[in-house]
Antibody, heavy 119, light 112 residues
Framework: EVQLVQSGAEVKKPGESLKISCKGSGYSFTSYWIGWVRQMPGKGLEWMGI????????RYSPSFQGQVTISADKSISTAYLQWSSLKASDTAMYYCVRSAGLVYYFDYWGQGTLVTVSS | QSVLTQPPSVSGAPGQRVTISCTGS?????????VHWYQQLPGTAPKLLIY???NRPSGVPDRFSGSKSGTSASLAITGLQAEDEADYYC????????????FGTGTKVTVL
């Protein structure tokens, strides 16, 4: 059974750093892309970026380029989304998703990680 | 800011048919890229509903259907049921955004 299991909720202060994770299981982790999707409170879905764990090829939405870093450790089938300096506007639910390719759909979703940034 | 536009809300009585539009441009839907649809029930992660414009994953009822024409796509729900009350999002690929996927603005479906 394919599963994407994300790390737990986080409460951080502005300016702090953070790295959240997404562990894939039940499939060949290096053969599919893993993307990240943001959903701010009460708002819609936003495509942030995507990585191919097989060779670490990474693409970012222009809206998120330079704001976050996406990475993956294929030895433990885990993808990451990290911030070096959080802002209050980063408060959102973050989902990891699996895709067969850049132009394809997201067939599996993680359960989401709620990130709250507040002083 | 999304490049795929959906109506904010649609509503219908149980048993009725509702449709949700997803309007793009020549760099995404109009360029021939497929459109996919997701359903997000309250408090849950989104779920793939339609892929490749009109295909249903296993387990999705056949009262959900998708189509695409030109720079737009549509999701239709026939025989609307109370459990269909949710947010729906279209998704495609945009060649003008440095190889980026894009979501629609989202539509809230209300069952009256």
């Amino acid at each position: 059974e394919v599963q994407l299991v994300q790390s737990g909720a986080e409460v951080k202060k502005p300016g702090e750093s953070l790295k959240i994770s997404c562990k894939g299981s039940g499939y060949s982790f290096t053969s599919y892309w893993i993307g990240w999707v943001r959903q701010m409170p009460g708002k819609g879905l936003e495509w942030m970026g995507i990585i191919y764990p097989g060779d670490s090829d990474t693409r970012y939405s222009p809206s998120f380029q330079g704001q976050v870093t996406i990475s993956a450790d294929k030895s433990i089938s885990t993808a990451y989304l990290q911030w070096s300096s959080l802002k209050a506007s980063d408060t959102a639910m973050y989902y990891c998703v699996r895709s067969a390719g850049l132009v394809y759909y997201f067939d599996y979703w993680g359960q989401g990680t709620l990130v709250t940034v507040s002083s | 800011q999304s490049v795929l536009t959906q109506p904010p809300s649609v509503s219908g009585a149980p048993g009725q048919r509702v449709t949700i539009s997803c309007t793009g441009s020549s760099s995404n839907i109009g360029a021939g890229y497929d459109v996919h649809w997701y359903q997000q029930l309250p408090g849950t992660a989104p779920k793939l509903l339609i892929y490749g414009n009109s295909n249903r994953p296993s387990g999705v009822p056949d009262r959900f259907s998708g189509s695409k024409s030109g720079t737009s796509a549509s999701l239709a729900i026939t025989g609307l049921q109370a459990e269909d009350e949710a947010d729906y999002y279209c998704q495609s690929y945009d060649s003008s955004l440095s190889g980026s996927g894009v979501f629609g603005t989202g539509t809230k479906v209300t069952v009256l």
